[in-house]
């Protein structure tokens, strides 16, 4: 009897250790996509900035919102909540995945949606909102795309990085709000 529960304490341990490694190996993959395909590693904004996001943008008259580099879907899913269609694009596949089972626990199917999708190669004019967490040395080259593509009175909040020729119209701590005149 002794043995048969040391074995079985075996297999579990086994199998503990095979599904550690696993997730390890699939975020491991994750960051090697993102980096092979010029996105910046993922780095979730908090709780806080994801409030602050949503409390800085009048959202009243707007109909359609994105995020740029969606992650796990969490300010996706707090657009859909605070009433507006919200829309994600995101280019690893894995947070992909994860962002659409966090908006399905939330009950947001129809609301919240994320895109496996590079958004240097989606034309941006449809949305009224735009959300991003950047990385430096890509603001200046959405700067530009957003200028031309977006159109008069659409609102662009960043988080932390910022634009050099916009002038934001709101800052609180690190989040930027500008509006495209």
């Not at 899913?77 to 009433?83: D, E, P, V």
């Amino acid at each position: 009897m002794s043995s048969v529960l040391v074995l079985a304490f075996i297999i579990c341990i086994f199998v503990f250790v095979v599904i550690f490694y696993l997730v390890a190996l699939f975020k491991i993959l994750g960051y090697i996509y993102t980096y092979l395909f010029w996105g910046a590693i993922n780095v979730p904004s908090t709780e806080e900035k994801v409030k602050q996001i949503i409390n800085i943008v009048d959202l009243s008259g707007k109909k359609k919102a994105i995020d740029l580099g969606s992650g796990d879907g969490r300010i996706v899913i707090a657009l859909a909540k605070a009433g507006i269609e919200a829309h994600g694009y995101e280019i690893n596949p894995f947070l992909v995945a994860r962002a659409k089972k966090n908006i399905k626990k939330a009950g947001l199917k129809n609301k919240a949606h994320v895109y496996l999708k590079n958004f240097w190669q989606e034309n941006l004019g449809e949305f009224d909102v735009v959300v991003v967490f950047g990385m430096k040395h890509v603001m200046a080259k959405l700067e530009k795309k957003l200028e031309k593509e977006l159109k008069p009175g659409a609102v662009v909040v960043l988080n932390y990085f910022t634009f050099s020729k916009w002038k934001p119209e709101k800052m609180e701590d690190d989040i930027y709000l500008y509006i495209k005149k």
